[in-house]
């Protein structure tokens, strides 16, 4: 997990954790980058809720973004501080033993195979097939 040069509050970090919707999406990122269209589909929420979400994760310093094409991708940076990682690597822990969080990353598996666990999702799997 690359390192934010950003500095992050401990505050911020468990307000950003403090929401089920945002705990889904640092579940779905854990390890890889995901693209938006794959979180709007797994969660069954609106785009724009589902940006808001990310939005709220990249500005407490814990998901960053990259844009391909049309397509939005994100993962997620640990903390330069090490108390903050250490909080952010522990709850990414816990969600991986949790029912809904583990039917997620299943969802996710079947609706992109392209997002791999080492982070290596080169397009969005839809790019194909809006093209």
Same mark, same amino acid.
């Given at each position: ?65 990259? @844009?391909?094409g049309k ?12 108390? %903050? ?7 990414? %822990? ?8 583990? %039917?997620? @990353? ?19 799997? @839809? ?5």
């Open positions: 997990m690359p390192r934010s040069s950003k500095s992050v509050s401990l505050a911020g970090l468990f307000a950003a954790l403090a929401d089920t919707t945002r705990l889904r999406l640092l579940n779905l990122m854990a390890g890889r980058e995901v693209c938006v269209c794959h979180f709007v589909e797994i969660l069954g929420q609106s785009q724009p809720k589902i940006s808001r979400h990310l939005a709220y994760l990249r500005q407490a310093g814990i998901v960053t973004a990259r @844009r391909e397509w939005m991708h994100y993962s997620i940076c640990a903390p330069a501080d090490v108390a %903050a990682s250490s909080i952010l690597s522990a709850a990414l %822990a816990v969600l991986g033993n949790d029912r809904q969080m583990c %039917a997620d @990353r299943g969802k996710l598996g079947r609706t992109c195979p392209a997002a791999s666990p080492t982070g290596n999702n080169p397009s969005c799997c @839809r790019k194909a097939e809006s093209a």
